[in-house]
């Protein structure tokens, strides 16, 4: 198959993927399909497939059933990917365009995997520090992925796209306290719960509401409002069409903390829901807020927790994204599939003097 057939076949297939991926994101999580939805095209399809992506990994990890092996299983599908020959499957088929498009280094989508073999194992911690370790890796690592698939490098603004992330997560932990308790799940920092004298232990055998819980939630809520207005620094550093979906997605996340705060932070008796009226109202808020935005702030301090994920982005490697018409996107493609058949060939001509 001639190079300009095989690119028309390839950017074919990821449309067709790509529905795939949105079903699953449709019901799967209607927070990030609100938000994402008022993303230019372009981005908006690379961001679902990646978004998509992570939720099935994200399943499998929590499938009760799932085999011993499971993050191997993963991991395979990794190798697979970035040696884009991914496995028969929508969502790696279309995260394999994605990483090459985008130069995604592969070791954010390693740090995600870290994150669900510290879910596998049941581990909990013991600091808020420790908490932002986690939640860097599950949920940081994707919002630094949507700032490349964006076309942004820059360090600030990264930093931002990470804090959001870990702003996301707490409030994900502050809403689900009750369902990871079934779970038996604790993400909680174990410290805050002492501090409140709750033992840790003894409450997840039996999780009940009370009042010392209501101000460790509240506590963790506060202290993703901090990130939230942190990261908010970060919006105009982004192309100005995405802007408005980044904002949205930083508004809707918060208002769960909202919501929870208006169930007197009990997350055990109930789950908070954001309606889809109240969702509506933040969509027209963030189409406000994106047209007035200041500009990346550099003189916060460093978070720890979320710094090895920017330091993997290299700057000065050349933006993959491509832009324009269909006519112009297929050229890209084209361009793609060559610069690939070169590495191949250059891959088995080293071979063959090494063998020589």
Known sequence: MAVHDRAITAEFGFQQDLQTCEDL???????????????????????????????????????????????????????????????????????????????????????LVEGFRWDRHGRQYDTIEELCDYSARVASTVGVMMTLIMGVRDRAVLERACELGLAMQLSNIARDVGEDAKNHR???????????????????????????????????????????????????????????????????????????????????SRRAVVSKKRKLLLLVKAFRTAIFTAKPDRSFSQIASIQFLVDVVRPEEPYAHY????????????????????????????????QA
């Open 25 to 111: 994101m449709k019901e799967g999580s209607k927070s990030f399909f609100s938000a994402s939805r008022i993303l230019p095209s372009k981005i908006r399809d690379s961001a679902i497939a990646l978004y998509a992506f992570c939720r099935l990994l994200d399943d499998m990890v929590d499938d009760p059933y799932a085999p011993d092996d499971v993050i191997k299983q993963i991991e395979h599908r990794l190798d697979c990917i970035y040696a884009q020959n991914p496995a028969d499957i929508p969502a790696d088929r279309a995260l394999a365009l994605v990483v090459e498009r985008f130069l995604i280094p592969r070791e954010l989508l390693e740090a």
């Open 323 to 354: 832009t324009g018409s269909v006519e112009e996107r297929l050229i890209w493609v084209v361009g793609l599939l060559e610069k690939v058949e070169l590495r191949k060939t250059a891959s088995y001509h080293a071979k063959a003097q090494q």
């Open 186 to 268: 604790l993400y909680l920092p174990k410290q805050w719960l002492q501090e409140e004298g709750i033992d840790p232990d003894q409450w997840l055998l039996d999780p009940q509401f009370s009042p010392a819980l209501s101000r460790v939630v509240k506590r963790l809520i506060t202290y993703a409002d901090d990130l939230y207005n942190r990261s908010s620094f970060g919006f105009s550093g982004l192309p100005r069409n995405c802007r408005s979906a980044i904002a949205a997605a930083s508004f809707i996340y918060s208002e769960i903390s909202r919501q929870v705060e208006r169930q007197a932070y009990d997350s055990v």
